[in-house]
Structure formats: C-alpha cells, structure tokens
C-alpha cells in the first residue's frame, strides 16, 4: 500500500496558523471523504483529531480544521501554541486494500 | 471511560514468537472493529492488522501476511496479535485502536480511529 505524501515538517511562530497537507490519489483521498488526522507527542499515542475530512471528535480545540480539495487533504491550526508541537499523521479509506493507508507523517515545530 | 491497555511486548530474536494482549473497558468491545497499529522507531505510523466484531474477518498488510494473526475474545473484552517468524524489521511500538467503521452497499469502510492504547514494544534483535 503506497503511503499519503506529508511534507516532512512545518514551522510557525505562536498565534499564526500553519497548514499541513495530505496528498493521495483518486483512489483513496480524492474518491472518499475519509480522511482523518492524528497528533502525536514524543513517547504518547497517537490521539485523532479530525475525522472524515473535516469532523472534529468532541474535546478537540476549534483551533483545528480540516479540509479537502481534490486529491490533497490538510488540517489547519489556527492561533498557533507551544502544546500544539507534536508530529501530524494523516490517514485515508482507499479501494486499493482492506486497510486504510497512512501519511509519511509532519513534524510540527512552534517556534 | 474507554481504555485500551496493551502487554505482552518484549526483546525476542529473530525468528522468535511473541503474542500481544490488548485488554479494552469502558465501552461494549463487541460493537467494534479492532486494529493494530505499529511504529518503528523514529518512523511514521503503519497499519498493521484488522478484525471485525466477531473474528469473522480479519486482513493484514502484506509484510506480515502468513506471520502474524489476529484474534479476539469478546467474553475477555481483549484483542491479540500472534506474532510468528519475527524479523529486525517488526520492531516497533504496537499499539491496539478501536475503529470507527461505514457500511456503504455491504462494504465496511474503516473510517478512522478514535480511541488508542498506550503501545507495546516489541524488540526484535540477536
């Protein structure tokens, strides 16, 4: 299964907002809105923070969003914080296989 | 309170067996598909294995087809990887989630996962 294409990392200062894109193919991304995102802290589990391109599960600050044009996903953090310092994963349903294939991953840096 | 609580990881060498245990609460276990999810060190993650809620089911990524089984036990509430001819490059943290599942036509869609164990390393090394 061929990964989603992540930019390996990002940077912005506290108060900006950064995007973070999640590029697929028609048979994953661009065919279904079953995107979802991820944020890891070093040594923790991953914890979901968007779900179907651009639901966010209850508890999840309203500073996240996500989106979907074509065959690219992204999340957005607006009003940028040093909590927010984590790597970003993002996932996709794809009629390629039975399971779901990840993104490369982005390391996040607030700086 | 959903929790996902994962044993059983250690150092084995390769060619080794190893069995993971994902105890889960909070929640009715039988509702869910289950996944197993690794990460090597340093690397992104992979999805590693599913199975649906009765065991009927169960797909794996290529690398450890014929290696690796998936199980449950709905009357335990616990999810299981047997892991069979471990090589250098399983080791990872694994880690046990619950999956949110669309069906759409009789096709299930994994959708994403919303709930995530803590992980287990597994360590495969001479």
């Known amino acids: 299964q061929s990964a989603l294409t992540q930019p390996a990392s990002v940077s912005g200062s506290p108060g900006q907002s950064i995007t973070i894109s999640c590029t697929g193919t028609s048979s994953d991304v661009g065919g279904y809105n079953y995107v979802s995102w991820y944020q890891q802290h070093p040594g923790k589990a991953p914890k979901l923070m968007i779900y179907e391109v651009s639901n966010r599960p209850s508890g999840v600050s309203n500073r996240f969003s996500g989106s979907k044009s074509g065959n690219t996903a992204s999340l957005t953090i607006s009003g940028l914080q040093a909590e927010d310092e984590a790597d970003y994963y993002c996932?996709?349903?794809?009629?390629?296989?039975?399971?779901?294939?990840f993104g490369g991953g982005t390391k996040l840096t607030v700086l | 309170e959903v929790q996902l609580v994962e044993s059983g990881g250690g150092l084995v060498q390769p060619g080794g067996s190893l069995r993971l245990s994902c105890a889960a609460s909070g929640f009715t276990f039988t509702n869910y598909w289950m996944s197993w999810v690794r990460q090597a060190p340093g690397k992104g993650l992979e999805w590693v294995a599913n199975?649906?809620?009765?065991?009927?089911?169960?797909y794996y990524v290529d690398s450890v087809k014929g290696r690796f089984a998936i199980s449950r036990d709905n009357a335990k509430n616990s999810l299981y990887l047997q892991m069979n001819s471990l090589r250098a490059e399983d080791t990872a943290v694994y880690y046990c989630?619950?999956?949110?599942?669309?069906?759409?036509?009789?096709?299930?869609?994994?959708?994403?996962?919303?709930?995530w164990g803590q992980g287990t390393l597994v360590t495969v090394s001479s």
């Open positions: 996932t996709s349903y794809t009629r390629s296989s039975t399971l779901g294939v």
């Open positions: 989630a619950r999956v949110r599942t669309v069906t759409i036509f009789g096709v299930v869609i994994m959708s994403y996962f919303d709930y």
């Open positions: 199975i649906d809620q009765d065991g009927s089911r169960k």
